[in-house]
């Protein structure tokens, strides 16, 4: 009866053959499945952002060096003479001649 109360339809026999139980349990159960499948999502996000975040930051900062080594040489065939790049090669003079050459 739709007017009556809880407790009333409680007292009834035929309480568990009717639908008010059974729409209870369900209504728990979807909450269940639905509680579960958003921990799964959190986790999930949670989960991405250490699994597949950090590594493919890791991935993109590492990524750079072999681009940096290219772009040098690339860079390269801008300035160098029109022969061609060329691998510039520095002279570092030792102490022995640094003293040698200052001293008159």
């Known amino acids: 009866m739709p007017g ?3 407790w009333v339809g409680l007292r009834r026999p035929t309480y568990l053959g009717s639908s008010a139980p059974w729409r ?14 958003v921990l ?4 999930a ?7 597949i975040g950090l590594p493919l930051l890791a991935l993109l900062i ?6 940096a080594a290219l ?6 065939t801008v300035t160098s003479p029109p022969g061609g790049p060329t691998v510039l090669s520095v002279e570092i003079p030792c102490r022995a001649q640094h ?4 001293q008159p």
């Open 4 to 6: 009556e109360s809880v």
């Open 24 to 37: 209870g349990v369900a209504y728990l159960a979807g909450g269940v499945l639905l509680g579960i499948a």
């Open 40 to 43: 799964i999502g959190g986790l």
């Open 45 to 51: 996000a949670a989960l991405a952002v250490v699994l």
């Open 62 to 67: 590492f990524t750079g060096i072999p681009i």
């Open 71 to 76: 772009e040098r040489r690339r860079t390269l």
């Open 99 to 102: 003293r040698n050459r200052a």
